[in-house]
């Protein structure tokens, strides 16, 4: 081989092993999104939040909904995984059945953002979310100044969410001083299987059966309050007993219109599902995150999380605070101007 082709075959070489080093930024990052279910309308906005993002980074997105099955979503995972996705974000099924998924990604050297839910007792690599003890200590809190004296109930959310566990924590942190003065008495205290209507409903008719009188409802959810709506309207006291739910949905947010139920929180889902994009991007590039996170227990591992905050919504500041932003999401104008 004379010298000119050995210096082909070398530059030949060269140009092989810089393709392959710089293969990552020159292809799209794909990312793997696994969404629980689309059980209310919030987690349509979360995944429409994200994919744009993502887009707009430059990657795309793979969305899978296990429909409340654990099963389902660890198999979802192990076929985008298969599929060579860069980076999985997911919101639970059930917080320890997941673990599994972050050591399935973790086999393909793949990292994972918890979203909204942690996942307990792995490695898991990031969590983002909102405070949700901090939104449940809202929600007791505004219900209080209005009722300080009187019966609760709380309808909290599901077993196998962790976020239940926190929101619980949260109500308690403001009602255990009032439960301890007398002011306060707890009649009902039971979490749900699912974060449903129908459990809502469920629930609230065993409420009533012993509790006629009873002033306020916290539900873990909108959609649990929703079932509360109903089951108080069937005995005539949908204007009688306050109510408090999460999640700022549409229907619910009439129903504030309409005095059937007394606040919800907004999470900002735009904020929380912009900082998972760009987090996972950052991941799926191989770049460093500049951003100074906080930390929580998952019961393995402190787990560098971001946590944005809620807002309280009500029927006096609804259109300042949820309606401004939904109101600039196209399909959604028809609604909001009912209020």
């Avoid at 309207?233 to 129903?255: F, P, R, T, W, Y």
Wanted: proline share 1%.
């Amino acid at each position: 081989m004379n010298y000119s082709v050995k210096l082909i075959a070398l530059f030949f070489l060269a140009f092989l092993l810089l393709n392959g080093c710089n293969k990552k930024q020159q292809e799209s990052v794909e990312i793997g999104l696994l969404i629980h279910s689309f059980d209310n309308e919030r987690w349509e906005n979360d995944r429409d939040f994200f994919v744009k993002k993502v887009q707009e980074l430059g990657g795309t997105v793979k969305v899978e909904t296990a429909d409340n099955d654990a099963g389902k979503q660890l198999e979802q995972a192990k076929q985008l995984l298969a599929n060579g996705v860069d980076v999985l974000v997911v919101v639970p099924v059930d917080q320890f059945a997941a673990a599994e998924i972050v050591k399935e990604a973790h086999a393909h050297n793949v990292k994972v953002i918890s979203y909204d839910r942690l996942i307990k007792n792995c490695k898991l690599d990031y969590y983002i979310s909102t405070d949700n003890v901090e939104i449940g200590e809202m929600q007791a809190s505004y219900l209080t100044r209005i009722k300080p004296v009187g019966k609760y109930a709380l309808i909290g959310g599901a077993k196998g969410d962790n976020n239940s566990m926190f929101l619980y924590l949260g109500q308690m942190n403001e009602l255990a001083p009032l439960v301890e003065k007398g002011d306060i008495k707890i009649v009902y205290n039971e979490f749900t299987e699912e974060w449903g209507e129908n459990e809502g409903y469920e629930q609230t008719k065993t409420i009533l059966k012993t509790n006629k009188d009873v002033d306020a409802i916290i539900a873990g959810n909108d959609a649990i309050a929703l079932g509360v709506i109903k089951a108080l309207s069937e005995s005539q006291m949908e204007h009688k007993v306050l109510i408090a739910g999460m999640d700022a949905d549409l229907v619910n947010l009439q129903e504030i219109v309409a005095g059937h139920q007394t606040c919800t929180i907004y999470k900002p889902y735009e904020k929380l599902a912009t900082t998972a994009a760009e987090l996972a991007m950052k991941l799926g590039k191989g770049e460093e995150c500049e951003r100074t996170f906080e930390t929580i227990s998952n019961g393995e591992v402190l787990v560098p999380s971001v946590f944005h905050e809620g807002v309280i919504v009500n029927r006096e500041n609804l259109k300042l605070t949820v309606v401004s932003r939904i109101s600039k999401r196209r399909g959604n104008l028809q609604i909001v101007n009912k209020f």
